[in-house]
């Protein structure tokens, strides 16, 4: 049933964001993290990535990882790994840093996504044109800042902002119920001429 549910919901979203506007819109739009995720099935090291848009998500990247995604347009590289410097066999800041991109650290304080974390990724995202790679230790943790973050600052349904997470890797019950937290009617910002 939930299975269901998803494909259903992510396959309208894919026809209203890809079908709508002009072909530069629509350009545009393939560009921007809205549709369902992408799953990339083995990206130099990294199993499932998944993307949407300019927007990568994965688990723990390694520095091939790193030097591909770089030479591909990668921009900046955000760690939401609680521990940044735990052992991975390697510098993450000086590899992103010598690479040419820049790297963000928001750690994730489990199992909380926070709005303040989903205001930073937004100025990420705002400043950039380019990739973005953001992982944490698993899928989860980097779908769940994207689901709220469509919550948050773009105004989706959190049902379907869920459902968006789920085809990027979201399955930590944790993170899902810190996901249901958000609320467009309390977070979206709405902007009017005046």
């Not at 000086?94 to 304080?109: D, E, K």
Request: aromatic share 8%; net charge negative.
């Amino acid at each position: 049933m939930v299975g269901r549910i998803c494909i259903v919901s992510a396959g309208a979203l894919a026809m209203i964001a890809g079908g709508c506007g002009t072909s530069s819109s629509a350009q545009r739009s393939q560009n921007q993290p809205y549709q369902p995720a992408e799953r990339i099935v083995q990206y130099d090291g990294v199993e499932g990535m998944y993307r949407s848009g300019n927007l990568f998500m994965s688990n723990q990247p390694n520095q091939d990882t790193l030097r591909r995604f770089a030479h591909s347009g990668g921009e900046v590289v955000i760690n939401m790994n609680q521990h940044e410097l735990q052992d991975i066999g390697f510098s993450e800041s000086q590899s992103v840093n010598a690479l040419g991109m820049r790297y963000v650290y928001m750690p994730l304080i489990q199992p909380d996504i926070t709005p303040a974390m989903v205001d930073k990724f937004d100025q990420v995202l705002q400043e950039t044109s380019g990739r973005v790679l953001v992982h944490g230790l698993e899928h989860s943790e980097a779908a769940a800042l994207w689901s709220a973050w469509l919550i948050q600052e773009k105004g989706f349904d959190p049902q379907l902002a869920l459902v968006l997470g789920g085809s990027a890797g979201l399955t930590s019950e944790p993170l899902v119920d810190s996901v249901r937290s958000f609320s467009p009617s309390t977070f979206a910002s709405v902007q009017t001429d005046q």
